[in-house]
Structure formats: structure tokens, C-alpha cells
């Protein structure tokens, strides 16, 4: 029900530990399970060149990188994302699912790392020439909550990860922020719900976009 094209387009947003790995993939399982095609990608990453920047911009090791740096790998992999999967994916009429867009950068870097959430939302645009999502989940989380969340798989914290709470409490007032002045574009839910709560309010809001595009019935 995009404008731009006729795939409708969802992206999944919050601070660290949040849960929207689990909450795609819960929505991803319902919508394929009503006959949809459906298209689950993530960032950064979601093509060669983007999970080679992944692993440049979040693995330790490589020194000290600038923020001015980091914005632009984000948004260099969040380029190659865009051209080559979603759009294409939203060309053929599919629903696309991502864990994390332009909003994690202008909270992250935007406002985390203090660059102005307008300079990174300029280079975002212009990177993904403009395509939005139809609606994005923001799954508020606590800080606290989620680094408890995301240290007690043990699998140790990346360098945005392990950032201090400081820096994940700005990121947080970014999201709800980013939430607060279009809010009919987003779906703003507290992490701390049960799993299938969040997920039901979720599929809820998504069949109402899907009955407004005429392509199930409400
Ligand atoms: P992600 O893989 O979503 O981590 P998790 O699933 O553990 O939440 O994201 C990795 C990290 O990259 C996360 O700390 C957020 C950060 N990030 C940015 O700082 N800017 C961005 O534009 C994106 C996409 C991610």
C-alpha cells in the first residue's frame, strides 16, 4: 500500500535487546501462513557487500572508527539494501520485513553519537532515494532491560552494544521521538509485554494495512 510501489513495506525499530528479531520473525510465520509472500532481511546487512560492512562497523578489532565514518557505512550498506533487495522485492508485490532502517541510524548515530538527527536523516534519504517504510514497529525498551536481555545469551556485545547506558537512553528518546511526530506511521509497543501479546497487536495493525491495500479481506 506504499506509494512508491505496491509492496508494503514494515520495519521493526528499538534500542538493543528489544526483541524485534523475535517479533519479525512471529510476523514473518503469520503472514506466509495466510498465503503471502514475504521477504525477512535485516540491518546492517542483507546483501554481500552489507554483511561485510556489518562485520566492519560492529566487530571489535578494527580500531577506532570516527562517527562520521560509521553513519556512512550504515547508510553505504543500508544503499546496497535498498536498491538490491527491498525495492525490488516491493516492485513484485511482496511484503517486506526489517530488523532495523533509517530510524536506527538517526537515533544511533543521529542522536547517540550526536551528529543531528537531520544530517543523518539527509544522507539516509538520499541513499535509499527516498523509500520509506509503510509502517514501522518501535518496540520501546529500557536500557537496563535490554542490556539484561542481550548479555544473558552470553554471546558477548558488539560495539554499539556496548556502548554505556547513557548512550542507549539517548537512542531511546530518539526512537520515541521519531514515533511522537508521525504517529501514524508507527506501531509503539512496550518490549516488556509478553511475546504474544506484542505479536497479536502487531498482526492486528498489519491486517488493517492489508485489508485498506484490498489484499485480504478484514
Ligand atoms: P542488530 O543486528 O539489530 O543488533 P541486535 O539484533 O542485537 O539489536 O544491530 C546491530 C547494532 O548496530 C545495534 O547496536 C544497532 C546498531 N546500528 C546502528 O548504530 N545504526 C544503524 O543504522 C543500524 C542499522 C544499526
Given at each position: 500500500?506504499t506509494?512508491?510501489n505496491p ?8 534500542g ?8 519479525a520473525a512471529?510476523?514473518?510465520?503469520a503472514?506466509?501462513?495466510?498465503g503471502?509472500?514475504v521477504?525477512?532481511?535485516r540491518e546492517?546487512g542483507?546483501t554481500?557487500i552489507?554483511e561485510?560492512?556489518r562485520s566492519?562497523?560492529?566487530d571489535h578489532?578494527h ?5 562520521h565514518t560509521e553513519?556512512l ?5 543500508r ?10 522485492a ?11 532502517y533509517?530510524d ?6 543521529g ?14 534519504e538520499?541513499a535509499t532515494?527516498?523509500?520509506?517504510p ?8 529500557d536500557?537496563?532491560?535490554g542490556r539484561?536481555r542481550?548479555?544473558?545469551?552470553d554471546t558477548?556485545?558488539?560495539?554499539l ?10 537512542i531511546?528518546?530518539?526512537?520515541l521521538?521519531?514515533?511522537?511526530a ?5 506501531l509503539?509497543l ?7 501479546e506484542?505479536?497479536a497487536?502487531?498482526?492486528e495493525?498489519?491486517?488493517?494495512l ?9
Amino acid at each position: 500500500m506504499t506509494t512508491q510501489n505496491p509492496g508494503l513495506f514494515i520495519a521493526f525499530e528499538g534500542g538493543d535487546g528489544a526483541g524485534k528479531s523475535t517479533q519479525a520473525a512471529e510476523l514473518f510465520r503469520a503472514l506466509e501462513s495466510r498465503g503471502l509472500k514475504v521477504l525477512r532481511t535485516r540491518e546492517p546487512g542483507g546483501t554481500p557487500i552489507g554483511e561485510k560492512l556489518r562485520s566492519l562497523v560492529l566487530d571489535h578489532g578494527h580500531g577506532h572508527i570516527d562517527a562520521h565514518t560509521e553513519a556512512l557505512i550504515f547508510a553505504a550498506s543500508r544503499a546496497a539494501h535498498a536498491g538490491q533487495v527491498i525495492r525490488p522485492a516491493l516492485d513484485r508485490g511482496e511484503i517486506v520485513l526489517t530488523d532495523r532502517y533509517i530510524d536506527s541510524s538517526v537515533a544511533y548515530q543521529g542522536a547517540g553519537r550526536d551528529l543531528g538527527t537531520d544530517a543523518v536523516r539527509t544522507i539516509n534519504e538520499w541513499a535509499t532515494s527516498g523509500l520509506q517504510p509503510d509502517l514501522t514497529v518501535l518496540l520501546d525498551v529500557d536500557p537496563a532491560v535490554g542490556r539484561r536481555r542481550r548479555t544473558a545469551g552470553d554471546t558477548g556485545e558488539d560495539r554499539l552494544e556496548s556502548e554505556a547506558d547513557e548512550f542507549h537512553t539517548k537512542i531511546r528518546t530518539a526512537f520515541l521521538d521519531l514515533a511522537a511526530a508521525r504517529p501514524e506511521k508507527y506501531l509503539v509497543l512496550a518490549a516488556h509485554l509478553p511475546v504474544e501479546e506484542l505479536a497479536a497487536r502487531i498482526l492486528e495493525r498489519v491486517e488493517s494495512l492489508l485489508s485498506l491495500s484490498g489484499r485480504v479481506n478484514a
